[in-house]
């Protein structure tokens, strides 16, 4: 065979090559920019957006973007302690027992975990913080695992865990930056700009996944209501 023949192969080679790794680096990315299969598939999921729905909302998973993607872990807002600590173990049983049956507060498939996200103040936590608490491996964490922006009206009004390492948060808030200080006043009681925000929080990844709907005009105390 020719050199300028082999070549040639080569060459088409390559190029078959790139382009079935473009096409796919394609359809990950478009993929990636909308809620997961996984998250639309649980049960969690499906009673929250039916719940929208039956409430005369329209909202629906296809509009859903991703807006954007952070770490969850940060040393100022969590502390970690080793189940070897003296207390350690009794503190963890003891907090454990003390959520159980709690409105808002919801426990993983193991039982070890739970996310609290009440509208309220309580153990050190803001309304707009989410208190995460449970084992992982062989250590405690103790976290603020999510917070929104009071200025937004912002609400957490609902999370379900999809298995002991994943879980999703859903929140309602104004669609205005955390910094934009010029966008103008709109109180709970007012007609105001919302969207839904749907963070998919993965603990083993490190990695906050927030999904955006469509803008919608609605009385946040009235809608509250219905949730």
């Known amino acids: 065979m020719k050199k300028s023949t082999i070549v040639l192969i080569a060459a088409i080679f390559v190029l078959v090559i790139a382009g079935v790794y473009i ?54 807002w969590m502390q970690v302690y080793s189940m070897d600590q003296p207390g350690v173990t009794d503190k963890y049983n003891q907090t454990i027992e003390q959520h159980q049956n709690l409105n808002k507060v919801i426990y993983s498939p193991s039982k070890s975990q739970f996310i609290d996200y009440r509208h309220e103040e309580r153990d050190g936590y803001h309304p707009n913080e989410v208190h995460y608490y449970g084992l992982r491996d062989t250590k405690l964490v103790d976290a603020r695992i999510l917070d929104c922006s009071v200025r937004a009206n912002c609400y957490f009004d609902r999370a379900f865990f999809l298995d002991n390492d994943v879980f ?60």
């Open 23 to 76: 096409n796919v680096a394609k359809e990950l990315a478009v993929n990636r920019s909308k809620l997961p299969e996984k998250v639309i598939a649980s049960k969690g999921y499906q009673r929250w957006i039916t719940n929208l729905k039956n409430k005369e909302l329209d909202i629906t998973s296809d509009e859903f973007r991703l807006l954007e993607e952070n770490e969850i872990y940060n040393t100022k």
């Open 168 to 227: 999703v948060i859903s929140e309602v808030s104004r669609n205005i930056s955390k910094n934009d200080l010029t966008a103008p006043d709109c109180g709970p009681s007012e007609e105001c700009t919302y969207t839904f925000k749907v963070h998919v929080i993965d603990l083993n990844k490190n990695s906050r996944l927030v999904y955006e709907s469509k803008p919608f005009k609605t009385v946040l105390d009235n809608l509250i209501k219905q949730l």
